[in-house]
């Protein structure tokens, strides 16, 4: 804004020295245009997210980039080249129709696998510059980095890494290990180019119909093979469940027959060791309203509580 402010000034001044009587006004008007333009570039705002390269005709590009916010430099002398320092990303993957990607967008990658197959990748890549770097990045590469350097090394690591795996493996089991296989590769090249990588995002991988249906047909037989061994092996446990069990009523019943037996055993000791008490039990099982009294003696007989108490009411007293 203040350079074209200076140019307009500058052309007022000319127009107003051609006119009789306005040269000296013409002549002021002339030198402050003058001044205010090359006033004007002698300073450059420097963006948030920026940094700014500067080249000096006389010694090339300085090796310390600018930082954001307000900067002078040599008008003439020094010039600043800006670098988005920000987050950053490239998509290459076939356009949906109807749908915008994200960031700049090339065609989709095509690959080959380990048998020789035909393999389609969409890739989205996140990157920043390094913004220590950014006058080695400005040097060896230019503000063009992207299309240079970026994409091809992306093109060449996606299909470098997906010629190390099968086909079915890379739809099946192996899709994340392609993923860190080109991270790794292409973290360490655009390192070295003052890159530095975010993340690699494989949003598709494609392999021809025929291979893909083929893969589908083993992966279900393969599935319905598990569920058979599966139920057989769910039938062992049932089976094993009901053996434990068989058993274990088993060893109840043979334990409780032998304490049958073994409380008959000590009953039968018991009552070879004390005869009264067979008379006890008979006595027992009489009646529960009678009230008799068990006398050992060698005439083996009871008597009668209820005869004795009725005699002892009717007795007179002494």
């Known amino acids: 804004m203040l350079t074209l402010i200076g140019i307009a000034l500058l052309v007022l001044g000319i127009v107003l020295l051609v006119q009789p009587g306005r040269r000296s006004l013409g002549g002021v008007v002339a030198i402050v245009g003058l001044v205010v333009a090359v006033l004007s570039q002698s300073?450059?705002?420097?963006?948030?997210?920026?940094?700014?390269?500067?080249?000096?005709?006389?010694?090339?590009?300085?090796?310390?980039?600018?930082?954001?916010?307000?900067?002078?430099?040599?008008?003439?002398?020094?010039?600043?080249?800006?670098?988005?320092?920000?987050?950053?990303?490239v998509t290459l993957a076939v356009p949906t129709p109807g749908t915008r990607q994200p960031g700049p967008s090339e065609e989709a990658i095509t690959a080959r696998s380990k048998e020789g197959l035909e393999i389609g990748v969409d890739v989205t890549v996140q990157y920043r510059i390094k913004r220590d770097e950014a006058a080695l990045l400005h040097r060896n590469v230019g503000p063009g980095y992207v299309d240079t350097l970026v994409v091809p090394q992306i093109r060449s690591k996606v299909r470098d890494a997906v010629g190390l795996f099968n086909a079915a493996d890379l739809i099946s089991t192996q899709r994340t290990q392609l993923e860190a296989a080109v991270t790794r590769e292409l973290s360490e090249d655009l390192g070295a180019q003052h890159v530095e990588l975010v993340s690699v995002l494989l949003r598709r991988i494609d392999i021809p119909q025929s291979v893909a249906k083929v893969i589908e047909e083993k992966q279900t037989a393969e599935q319905q093979v598990q569920v058979a061994e599966n139920r057989r092996r769910q039938a062992e446990i049932d089976a094993q469940r009901a053996v434990v069990q068989a058993k274990g009523e088993r060893d109840a019943a043979i334990l409780k027959a032998e304490g049958e037996a073994r409380a008959i055993q000590l009953r039968g000791e018991a009552l070879r060791r004390s005869p009264e008490v067979i008379q006890l039990t008979v006595a027992e099982k009489l009646a529960p309203g009678i009230n008799t009294v068990l006398l050992p003696s060698d005439g083996n007989y009871l008597l009668d509580l209820r005869n004795l108490q009725t005699l002892n009411r009717t007795a007179p007293a002494r």
């Open 43 to 89: 300073f450059v705002v420097i963006p948030a997210g920026h940094v700014g390269v500067v080249f000096n005709v006389f010694g090339g590009v300085q090796p310390t980039p600018l930082g954001e916010g307000f900067r002078i430099v040599i008008p003439g002398i020094q010039n600043v080249v800006l670098y988005d320092a920000r987050l950053k990303e």
